[in-house]
DNA sequence: ACTCCGGCCGTAAACGTTTACAAGATCCCC
DNA sequence: GGGGATCTTGTAAACGTTTACGGCCGGAGT
């Protein structure tokens, strides 16, 4: 922990500047006698340089963050696991934010961006990009890619870059599944409509029971919260009240252990007497007992497009800001098809 | 994304100096109206100061790096989700870094302290602290927290401090239970003998059973890798030689899931036919079928611990080296209770 | 021998802060 | 009104780099 040695120490030991010892260590021309001295002097020296005082002069951090809402959850982990592989080639550092899906602490890393400790931002907001949030965009003076849905009225100048999903074609993709199965009462356990995704599976799933000619029933949607034990609630709810449900939609794949848990103790079987389909398609899927078909909305695909994007902004502070859209696809697992059957229809 | 204000914009637009700038901006006194004045410039121009120069300054960061084998695991989930919170409160940014369990970048991440860029290090090496790791820890210029083993020789110097856990003790709280619900013939499936949880966890069940009474037999041990497949292939040899087991306690919740896939796929019941007793206490616990009872390795405590331990350290640099012990718990759940049983036993 | 050119190198400035030091302003007291 | 004490302020240096600029030197061309 002592105080480690500078480009002025290793001048002093080869008898040269400090501008030729920078030259030297950063692989400029220099006489081969100056360069030899230089690097004899850093090696005896075990020199490091500081990159802090790099980064003043530079005006460039080498450092990127990513900010999402919980670190626990298995869709930002599959992002994190893309994201950094892609960062780490490019020679930045990936600092990660948990922003506890708190909408204030959001804020607060956008606007530290402007503190400049870090050169680009991929965030994951939970319920959306308010207009604080674009605010917070303009004023920063770092990239900024969203996961995620944009403002319709988003700024032209804001520069931002977006990743997103398509929720609504997932949730079709796992309704036509269940349909082509033979279900033609399937159920559907929401998250909250006042978030990007609640919403929007909400309206994907009306519509594509209609675009499949079933009727839309009040009694088979339930809205929860996006966890297991509230799932399980939810799912305990719409049973008592629809006891002749053959499938449920999950708009999560957290809600879908829970609903699993209410079959299982209710003694249904899965998938004999209730399909059952959960989305985010995360690691969770292949531990369940029986094993969950899930809605993919690509996580990883999302993680490393954001990557992508964020590197080339870099590159190009002044390109069009680009979007990219991921599919969906649907992963089949043993929660929708029985031993034996082969995998009917969708996909 | 425009170039920003700095103290210099700020002291010309309030007709100061920069050092006075500096002074109200930090709260050292000054006349009132020039507190006024400075406050509504900065305000004005919107000046958030730049933390690079600060840093370099002040020759501080306020950002500590957390390296971990791997983001997807949840032991280090949850260390996270402590640690966190704790750095945040006192003021200071958390990197996270996952080293893929590859000791290299382990030793990357190590000498990268030299570079200056975060003023602590919380590190958690998956093989144990090898010599190279130590020579690093002594090299690096900031003060480092091991979640793990440290080597007997390791050199008071270094003040390097450490916490860590009992899972010779965990292993005997999982066979004492076992043994107080009946179990005679407790099978173990163990992950590589060269990590140093591997073989601590061998020897624990060698001395577990001693202590029971039991008899040791080869034949009920099974060394495989700390993934669920490598766990399930580990179960099925182990089945097939010794069909009498009434109880597998494995050596982490994932080597039990296969575990668990395992006994299902041969009708065996659970814990009815054979007991089974996972390691760790993930969140993967609670939701297999039947859920699992697990040794909890206090991973929470174990970050929190590190935490303190670091800032702790950041205040006073001389301090005495420190060490702290996590004891294990155990948490019973479905996979060694039958339903209506009361648990037995240990604890 | 003079000029010109090119290759290396050192000096110094810059990045945006904080802070030691000294000078200027203000005040109080005699 | 002079003198000291106290408060406030500005100048400048420092943190550790990178890099523009100009100087020096040696060689080549005339």
Not at 271 to 283: H, S
Request: with cysteine; hydrophobic share 40%.
């Amino acid at each position: 922990m002592t105080e480690g040695p500078t480009i002025t120490t290793i001048a002093q030991r080869a008898g040269v500047s400090i501008a030729s010892v920078s030259r030297v260590l950063n692989g400029l021309p220099a006489r081969e006698d100056t360069v030899r001295r230089v690097l004899r002097a850093a090696d005896e020296l075990g020199y490091v340089p500081n990159s802090v005082a790099r980064s003043l002069r530079n005006r460039r951090t080498d450092q990127i963050a990513f900010a999402m809402a919980d670190i626990g959850n298995p869709v930002y982990v599959a992002m994190v696991r893309e994201i950094q592989p892609v960062l780490k080639e490019a020679g930045y550092r990936l600092l990660i934010h948990s922003t506890d899906g708190d909408a204030g602490d959001e804020l607060g890393v956008l606007r530290g961006l402007r503190e400049r400790y870090v050169d680009g931002l991929i965030i994951s907001p939970l319920r959306g990009v308010t207009r604080e949030h674009v605010e917070a965009i303009v004023a920063a003076r770092a990239p900024v890619v969203v996961i995620g849905a944009l403002p319709e009225d988003m700024p032209r100048d804001a520069l931002v870059d977006n990743v997103r999903t398509d929720s609504r074609a997932g949730v079709r993709l796992a309704l036509d599944h269940l349909y082509a199965i033979g279900r033609r009462r399937i159920g559907f356990l929401n998250g909250p409509l006042d978030t990007v995704p609640g919403a929007a599976r909400a309206a994907a799933y009306r519509e594509g029971l209609e675009a499949l000619g079933l009727p839309y029933d009040e009694d088979l949607v339930e809205v929860g919260d996006f966890y297991r034990d509230s799932g399980a609630r939810a799912a305990r709810a719409l049973l008592a009240r629809a006891p002749g449900v053959d499938a449920l939609m999950c708009a999560n794949d957290l809600i879908a252990l829970g609903a699993l848990d209410v079959l299982r103790e209710q003694g249904r079987d899965v998938p004999g007497d209730v399909a059952v389909v959960g989305m985010d398609d995360t690691d969770l899927a292949s531990v369940t007992w029986p094993t969950l078909t899930s809605v993919s909305l690509g996580s990883a695909e999302r993680g490393r497009a954001a990557a992508g994007l964020l590197l080339d902004r870099l590159q190009n502070d002044r390109r069009e800001p680009r979007a990219v859209v991921v599919p969906p696809s649907l992963t089949i697992r043993g929660s929708t098809t029985l031993p034996g059957t082969p995998p009917g229809g969708a996909r």
